[in-house]
Antibody
């Protein structure tokens, strides 16, 4: 079964750091570009970050640029999101999502169940 | 690229035909996807490339494109279709989502 499972969320103080993980199974992670998407409580979806299949290319949303780093370890079938200088507005459920091949116009075809990050003192 | 999705909420009944619109601020070809999200769950891909149904998605869902205007149509609402729907452009970074349309039972 194709699956993504996020972990690492939790309660962190403003200014703190957190590292999210996303474990992939049922498919070969190294052949897919991957993304992180977040959703604040009661709000819509916000794209956070992209990483290419090799890990050589990354992009970030403006709201997290400079504070977040995406990485991956294809040998471990894992994706990561390192978040620093966290703010209250970073409070959200964080999803990892697989980007489908170009034949599917790069839609996000597989999503994890999400991990909750709460930034509060 | 901004996506303007409308309406933001919609009340309808089982059996109704509903249409949700997503307008892009610039051309995105067919790099548009539609997702369904139910409370407490991750989004689920319904349609990719503007009009192609994802495997396993019921045929009552359809998508169309006309320039920078995109529509998601549900031909005959079923009880399980009451959810929030989002459009997304995957043409260029930063990827963006529409604001969402909450479909509620009338």
């Amino acid at each position: 079964e194709v699956q993504l499972v996020e972990s690492g969320g939790g309660l962190v103080q403003p200014g703190g750091s957190l590292r999210l993980s996303c474990a992939a199974s049922g498919f070969t992670l190294s052949t897919y570009d991957m993304n992180w998407v977040r959703q604040a409580p009661g709000k819509g979806l916000e794209w956070v970050s992209y990483i290419s299949d090799s890990g050589r290319t990354t992009y970030y949303g403006d709201s997290v640029k400079g504070r977040v780093t995406v990485s991956r370890d294809n040998a471990k079938n894992s994706l990561y999101l390192e978040m620093n200088s966290l703010r209250a507005e970073d409070t959200a459920v964080y999803y990892c999502a697989r980007e489908a091949p170009p034949s599917m116009r790069d839609a996000f075809d597989v999503w994890g169940q999400g991990t909750m990050v709460t930034v509060s003192s | 690229i901004q996506l303007t999705q409308s309406p933001s909420s919609l009340s309808a009944s089982v059996g109704d035909r509903v249409t949700i619109t997503c307008r892009a601020s610039q051309g995105i070809s067919t790099y548009l996807a539609w997702y369904q999200q139910k409370p407490g769950n991750a989004p689920k891909l319904l349609i990719y490339a503007a009009s192609t149904l994802q495997s396993g998605v019921p045929s009552r869902f359809s998508g169309s494109e006309s320039g920078t205007d995109f529509t998601l149509t549900i031909s005959s609402l079923q009880p399980e279709d009451f959810a929030t729907y989002y459009c997304q452009q995957i043409k260029s970074f930063p990827y963006t989502f529409g604001q969402g349309t909450k479909l509620e039972i009338e």
